[in-house]
C-alpha cells in the first residue's frame, strides 16, 4: 500500500509539471475564458484571492494565505478522515506482519492468498488502505489550479511579499527549504506512534520532502507559501487528533 502510495505522489508530480507547462499559461484568466478547467477552478480562485486580497487591503501574499486556510477547513473533514484510518492502520500492524509471515513465500498463489487475507482484515476493521492517497488527489488540482490562477493574473504574479515576487522563484530558496522541512514534520507526526517502521515508511517519510523542495525550487514562490501554510494548518490539525499517541509513543521512547 506504502508503494502504491509512493508511485502516486510520483505519477501526481509529474503530471503538475506536465499541465503548468502547458499553452495556456501564457493566457490571461478572466470571466469569459473558456472550458472546465478555466470556469470553474483557475478563474473562482483568481476571483477569490484578488476578492480577499482587496479586504485585507491589497496584500495578494496575505490573500493566499487566507484562501489556503479556507480551503483547508472545506477539506478538513477527509483530512480528519485520512488520520483517523492511518491510526486504524496502525492499530493494525501486529495482526498485517502476521498474516506476511504465514504466507511469506513469494510464489504468486501465495502473494495472492496474502493480499485477500489482508482485504478480509480492513473490511473487518472498517479500514481503507487507499484513504492515505484521497487527501494528495483533492490537492493537486487545487495546486495546479493555484499555479493558473497566480501566473495568469498578472496583478498577483507581479505582487511583492516579504521578500519575493509571488510569481517569481524564490531567490534565496527560504520557502522550499521550509516546505520540506514541515513536510518531513507533518509525516514524521502521522507515523508517530506506529512503532517499528518499514523501509517503505522509511522511504516515503524522506523522499516526499526532497520531493517537495525540488519542485519548490523549480515554481513560483506563491506555490511554496501555499504549501507551507497547508503544511503547518495539518501538523497542527494532526496533533490535534494523534497528541494522545503523539505523546505515549514519546513517553515509551523516554523509558529505560
Not at 68 to 82: D, G, K, S
Not at 135 to 158: D, K, N, V
Not at 170 to 194: C, N, R
Request: hydrophobic residues 50%; proline residues 5%.
Amino acid at each position: 500500500m506504502v508503494k502504491r502510495r509512493i508511485w502516486l505522489t510520483i505519477w501526481l508530480a509529474a503530471l503538475l509539471t506536465f499541465i503548468s507547462g502547458c499553452t495556456q499559461i501564457n493566457e490571461p484568466i478572466t470571466p469569459e475564458s473558456k472550458g472546465f478547467w478555466n470556469e470553474y477552478i483557475v478563474y473562482p480562485l483568481s476571483w477569490l484571492i484578488k476578492y480577499v486580497a482587496n479586504v485585507l487591503g491589497g496584500s495578494y501574499g496575505l490573500s493566499i494565505i487566507v484562501v489556503t486556510i479556507f480551503i483547508r477547513l472545506l477539506i478538513l473533514p477527509l483530512m480528519i478522515q485520512q488520520t483517523k484510518n492511518a491510526k486504524a492502520m496502525q492499530a493494525l500492524q501486529p495482526e498485517i506482519q502476521k498474516l506476511r509471515e504465514k504466507y511469506s513465500s513469494k510464489d504468486m498463489q501465495t502473494q495472492q492468498k496474502l493480499q485477500q487475507e489482508m482485504m478480509l482484515l480492513f473490511q473487518k476493521h472498517g479500514v481503507n488502505p487507499m484513504a492515505g492517497c484521497f487527501p494528495i488527489l483533492i490537492q493537486m488540482p487545487i495546486l495546479i489550479g493555484f499555479y493558473h490562477a497566480i501566473m495568469r493574473t498578472r496583478e498577483i504574479a507581479e505582487h511583492n511579499f516579504l521578500w519575493f515576487d509571488l510569481g517569481e522563484k524564490d531567490p534565496y530558496y527560504i520557502l522550499p527549504i521550509v516546505a520540506g522541512i514541515t513536510t518531513f514534520i507533518q509525516q514524521k507526526i502521522v507515523m508517530a506512534g506506529a512503532g517499528q517502521q518499514n523501509p517503505q515508511m522509511a522511504m516515503m517519510l524522506w523522499m516526499m520532502p526532497i520531493m517537495i523542495v525540488i519542485f519548490a525550487i523549480n515554481f513560483p514562490a506563491a506555490l511554496s507559501l501555499y504549501w507551507v501554510v497547508g503544511n503547518i494548518f495539518s501538523i497542527a490539525q494532526t496533533y490535534f487528533i494523534k497528541g494522545p499517541t503523539i505523546d505515549s509513543a514519546r513517553s515509551g521512547g523516554t523509558k529505560k
